[in-house]
T-cell receptor, first 115, second 111 residues
Framework: NAGVMQNPRHLVRRRGQEARLRCSPMKGHSHVYWYRQLPEEGLKFMVYLQKENIIDESGMPKERFSAEFPKEGPSILRIQQVVRGDSAAYFC?????????????FGSGTQLSVL | RKEVEQDPGPFNVPEGATVAFNCTYSNSASQSFFWYRQDCRKEPKLLMSVYSSGNEDGRFTAQLNRASQYISLLIRDSKLSDSATYLCVVNGEGGGNKLTFGTGTQLKVEL
């Protein structure tokens, strides 16, 4: 049973390009969370999605960032017109259900580097 | 004030030592508390949940003081393999699985 799969592991983009980060949750999981970890900082919540719905995007920057979790296929975190400050590790997590004690399973992350 | 505060360390300890990490959180409505471990900026992995009554898992003991909004982790008989960053985590506003992470405390266990 594969865990949470993220790809690519490493992504290099030049300023102004678009970055697409993919996350396939664990089999059977319909809840997906995206977190960002800037250098020397803790993980910060970005967005929580269920299939075809954004439930909570309170941690998403207002511009350039979007996320989706379609009925079929992986969840996508999209960053348009990347800037150097977007360089970070982006982690995806999934859970079977939602609840205060529901365990989150994290993917290995995508390290985004903006040149 | 940060939502979850931790001493960043690093804590450099000899093998076999006992080490304690502390954490404070600001949201008194938080209901769930965890310690995660992160190695070299890889994905965080759940170490243990933290319960009001305190709980133990082998060499690891976690305690919660709701009145002081304080969480602790004690590691006994530390091993080289315990070297990592330890993240204090609480469920965020609105509950559910919106976790708020501390910046972590780095532990280095040395021979």
């Amino acid at each position: 049973n594969a865990g949470v799969m993220q790809n690519p592991r490493h992504l290099v983009r030049r300023r102004g390009q678009e970055a697409r980060l993919r996350c396939s949750p664990m089999k059977g999981h319909s809840h997906v969370y995206w977190y960002r970890q800037l250098p020397e900082e803790g993980l910060k919540f970005m967005v929580y999605l269920q299939k075809e719905n954004i439930i909570d995007e309170s941690g998403m920057p207002k511009e350039r960032f979007s996320a989706e979790f379609p009925k079929e296929g992986p969840s996508i975190l999209r960053i348009q017109q990347v800037v150097r400050g977007d360089s970070a590790a982006y982690f995806c997590a999934s859970s079977l259900m939602t609840g205060e004690n529901e365990k989150l399973f994290f993917g290995s992350g995508t390290q985004l580097s903006v040149l | 004030r940060k939502e979850v505060e931790q001493d960043p360390g690093p804590f450099n300890v000899p093998e076999g030592a006992t080490v304690a990490f502390n954490c404070t959180y600001s949201n008194s409505a938080s209901q769930s508390f965890f310690w995660y471990r992160q190695d070299c900026r890889k994905e965080p992995k759940l170490l243990m949940s933290v319960y009001s009554s305190g709980n133990e898992d082998g060499r690891f003991t976690a305690q919660l003081n709701r009145a002081s909004q304080y969480i602790s982790l004690l590691i006994r008989d530390s091993k080289l393999s315990d070297s990592a960053t330890y993240l204090c985590v609480v469920n965020g506003e609105g509950g559910g699985n919106k976790l708020t992470f501390g910046t972590g405390t780095q532990l280095k266990v040395e021979l």
